[in-house]
T-cell receptor
Framework: DTEVTQTPKHLVMGMTNKKSLKCEQH?????MYWYKQKAKKPPELMFV???????INESVPSRFSPECPNSSLLNLHLHALQPEDSALYLC?????????FGSGTRLTVV | GDSVTQMEGPVTLSEEAFLTINCTYT??????LFWYVQYPGEGLQLLLK?????DKGSNKGFEATYRKETTSFHLEKGSVQVSDSAVYFC????????????FGDGTTLTVKP
């Protein structure tokens, strides 16, 4: 299995909702990432997990809460988001350089 | 800090034309270099990579050579197809930046039949 699987593919949520994005990989990669991508822009790093521990938080607002339950799973919990948080959220994993990205979750906050 | 500069797009070519997308970088240490491709509505896919000077990465007819003397990693393809239409990102990982990737701004390629 050489894929990173993200669910759901699309999500519409209100500003008072709580939702979660999920990411799964079975390649044995020990580094996993959350990125945010706006239209026609490069991905922006949000969080890095290394060996299931949070190693980098790029000053992301607390309304985004990451979680790594085990070496194959990565979640991103969302609460009280703003319309400007609407974007494509990408999960990635890596081992020895080069990332494998998932197809992303297209998030719309209304 | 690290940075990646890509040629500005969009780039529009006819099918079977030659493609070059320029990429130059600034980094401390000895970075690894990557090209990613993003098709509409999809995530990024690793297209090719090079980990040291003079390495050539290649995949699906695309090539790029790691040139340390010019700090460049230009993407080339001899004959593009309509299916190559996508956004291409150049990126680096520097061993002095906690393993984080630095991406260029992306170049949109449109190939017309």
């Amino acid at each position: 299995d050489t894929e990173v699987t993200q669910t759901p593919k699309h999500l519409v949520m209100g500003m008072t909702n709580k939702k979660s994005l999920k990411c799964e990989q079975h390649m044995g990669h020990r580094a996993m990432y959350w990125y945010k991508q706006k239209a026609k822009k490069p991905p922006e790093l949000m969080f890095v997990y290394s060996y299931e521990k949070l190693s980098i938080n790029e000053s992301v607002p607390s309304r985004f809460s990451p979680e790594c339950p085990n070496s194959s799973l990565l979640n991103l919990h969302l609460h009280a988001l703003q319309p400007e948080d609407s974007a494509l959220y990408l999960c990635a994993s890596s081992q020895l350089g080069g990332y494998t990205f998932g197809s992303g979750t297209r998030l719309t906050v209304v | 800090g690290d940075s990646v500069t890509q040629m500005e797009g969009p780039v529009t070519l006819s099918e079977e034309a030659f493609l070059t997308i320029n990429c130059t970088y600034t980094a401390t240490g000895y970075p690894s270099l990557f090209w990613y491709v993003q098709y509409p509505g999809e995530g990024l896919q690793l297209l090719l990579k090079a980990t040291k000077a003079d390495d050539k990465g290649s995949n699906k007819g695309f090539e790029a050579t790691y040139r340390k003397e010019t700090t460049s990693f230009h993407l080339e393809k001899g004959s593009v197809q309509v299916s190559d239409s996508a956004v291409y990102f150049c990126a680096l990982i520097s061993n002095t930046n906690a393993g984080k990737s630095t991406f260029g701004d992306g170049t949109t390629l449109t190939v017309k039949p």
